[in-house]
């Protein structure tokens, strides 16, 4: 079963008349500026809107506009996004605002390509920006659109392969160019809608997010369930195809919490390592779970001897790998030359941007009287 023009038409009008009506208030939904949505856009990627609000919020306040982020100290932009995870995000959002200042004068770009043109924006954030400030015809797919399109057309295949994905993006491209020019939509205040295209866009994504889910959908209450081939033919959790599911490869690391009075040893992550510029307790990568942990510390402070304890284990995952820390902790009577981390009391590592899965130690710690 395809999507006509004809049918893409009358899509379109049915989310127009319902969105104005079910958009949720989100501090970023009260702006047109595209450097706020911009901001909220690369925050919500991955994560969900409660979570993101308090962050966007702080950011906000802190960093209100390009030109405030471009000059911000590192430090303080991955303090802002402490928690929210993949902080390569957070630097090009950063590198993205200096070649604002530089190459654009300050002002955010206008045009979808322009704005594509930034670090860190792909096509999906380009579009989003474009039609969400500006009202450009520009089409948006996420994971929310692509359930609600691969649902209505009944489209089979794997909607990241590239026939599937580019026929996906057609028909986004082709709901939204159909109400350029169109009618007015205006949502309850203090919600603001930059136009149709804008409204077309927002109201494709929430209605992926709160109706179209991606379990048990609630067809009955769809302002497109007249249109839809999946809920018609009764399957619309057959959509879309499944991906097959990555290999889960564990990983386990041994991990010290290292204390001289009131000081702990902590480490800065290297350029070019995941979290990059973040703060640690040193810790190292094992082949097993049951690495001896004073073998392992070897590597890291070479002749230390210190009596270690168990402290805790730490499990979190990354993408496809199950990660598992084993954290130690040992007292020393003095500091260990040369190890080319630093000593900070805990107020002061609380200040740092810290890598998040050991952030939960600090508790432990209080708890311990530090
Ligand atoms: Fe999704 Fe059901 Fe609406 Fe179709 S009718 S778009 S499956 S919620």
Same mark, same amino acid.
């Given at each position: 079963?395809?999507?006509?023009?004809?049918?893409?038409?009358?899509?379109?009008?049915?989310?127009?008349?319902?969105?104005?009506?079910?958009?949720?208030?989100?501090?970023?939904?009260?702006?047109?500026?595209?450097?706020?949505?911009?901001?909220?856009?690369?925050?919500?990627?991955?994560?969900?809107?409660?979570?993101?609000?308090?962050?966007?919020?702080?950011?906000?306040?802190?960093?209100?506009?390009?030109?405030?982020?471009?000059?911000?100290?590192? &430090? $303080? =932009?991955?303090?802002?996004?402490?928690?929210?995870?993949?902080?390569?995000?957070? #630097?090009?959002?950063?590198? +993205? /605002? !200096?070649?604002?200042?530089?190459?654009?004068?300050?002002?955010?770009?206008?045009?979808?390509?322009?704005?594509?043109?930034?670090?860190?924006?792909?096509?999906?954030?380009?579009?989003?920006?474009?039609?969400?400030?500006?009202?450009?015809?520009?089409?948006?797919?996420?994971?929310?659109?692509?359930?609600?399109?691969?649902?209505?057309?009944?489209?089979?295949?794997?909607?990241?392969?590239?026939e599937v994905n580019a026929t996906l993006w057609e028909l986004a491209g082709q709901l939204v160019e159909g109400?350029?020019?169109?009618?007015?939509?205006?949502?309850?205040?203090?919600?603001?809608?930059?136009?149709?295209?804008?409204?077309?866009?927002?109201?494709?994504?929430?209605?992926? &997010? $709160? =109706?179209?889910?991606?379990?048990?959908?609630?067809?009955?209450?769809?302002?497109? #369930?007249?249109?839809?081939? +999946? /809920? !018609?033919?009764?399957?619309?959790?057959?959509?879309?195809?499944?991906?097959?599911?990555?290999?889960?490869?564990?990983?386990?690391?041994?991990?010290?919490?290292?204390?001289?009075?009131?000081?702990?040893?902590?480490?800065?992550?290297?350029?070019?390592?995941?979290?990059?510029?973040?703060?640690?307790?040193?810790?190292?990568?094992?082949?097993?779970?049951?690495?001896?942990?004073?073998?392992?510390?070897?590597?890291?402070?070479?002749?230390?001897?210190?009596?270690?304890?168990?402290?805790?284990?730490?499990?979190?995952?990354?993408?496809?790998?199950?990660?598992?820390?084993?954290?130690?902790?040992?007292?020393?009577?003095?500091?260990?030359?040369?190890?080319?981390?630093?000593?900070?009391?805990?107020?002061?590592?609380?200040?740092?941007?810290?890598?998040?899965?050991? #952030?939960?130690?600090?508790?432990?710690?209080?708890?311990?009287?530090?």
């Amino acid at each position: 079963m395809g999507l006509s023009p004809a049918k893409l038409s009358r899509i379109a009008g049915a989310i127009l008349d319902w969105f104005p009506d079910h958009a949720r208030d989100m501090p970023w939904r009260r702006t047109l500026d595209p450097y706020g949505v911009w901001i909220s856009e690369i925050m919500l990627q991955q994560t969900q809107v409660k979570t993101v609000i308090p962050y966007w919020n702080r950011w906000m306040r802190r960093l209100p506009d390009a030109a405030k982020l471009a000059r911000a100290r590192e &430090a $303080t =932009v991955l303090k802002l996004w402490e928690g929210l995870g993949y902080y390569s995000r957070a #630097r090009n959002a950063q590198k +993205a /605002a !200096q070649m604002i200042v530089t190459e654009h004068g300050g002002r955010f770009p206008r045009s979808r390509e322009l704005i594509e043109s930034l670090p860190g924006i792909g096509r999906y954030t380009a579009g989003a920006i474009a039609s969400i400030a500006y009202d450009e015809p520009a089409p948006i797919l996420d994971g929310n659109v692509i359930r609600v399109l691969t649902r209505l057309g009944m489209i089979p295949g794997d909607p990241k392969g590239k026939e599937v994905n580019a026929t996906l993006w057609e028909l986004a491209g082709q709901l939204v160019e159909g109400v350029a020019d169109g009618r007015g939509v205006r949502p309850a205040p203090p919600l603001k809608f930059a136009g149709a295209c804008s409204a077309l866009n927002q109201g494709l994504m929430e209605l992926g &997010a $709160t =109706v179209c889910l991606p379990a048990k959908p609630a067809c009955l209450l769809c302002p497109l #369930r007249e249109h839809c081939a +999946a /809920a !018609q033919a009764g399957r619309a959790e057959d959509f879309p195809s499944k991906a097959k599911k990555p290999v889960i490869t564990p990983r386990h690391f041994c991990t010290y919490v290292l204390r001289v009075g009131d000081v702990y040893l902590v480490s800065q992550r290297g350029e070019d390592e995941v979290n990059a510029g973040f703060w640690e307790f040193p810790n190292r990568e094992t082949d097993s779970a049951e690495a001896d942990p004073r073998e392992v510390i070897e590597h890291l402070l070479p002749g230390l001897t210190v009596e270690l304890r168990p402290l805790r284990v730490i499990r979190h995952s990354i993408t496809r790998y199950r990660m598992t820390q084993r954290v130690f902790f040992g007292e020393l009577k003095r500091r260990p030359r040369n190890t080319g981390m630093r000593w900070c009391r805990l107020d002061e590592i609380r200040g740092l941007p810290f890598v998040s899965a050991q #952030r939960r130690l600090f508790k432990d710690l209080e708890a311990a009287g530090s």
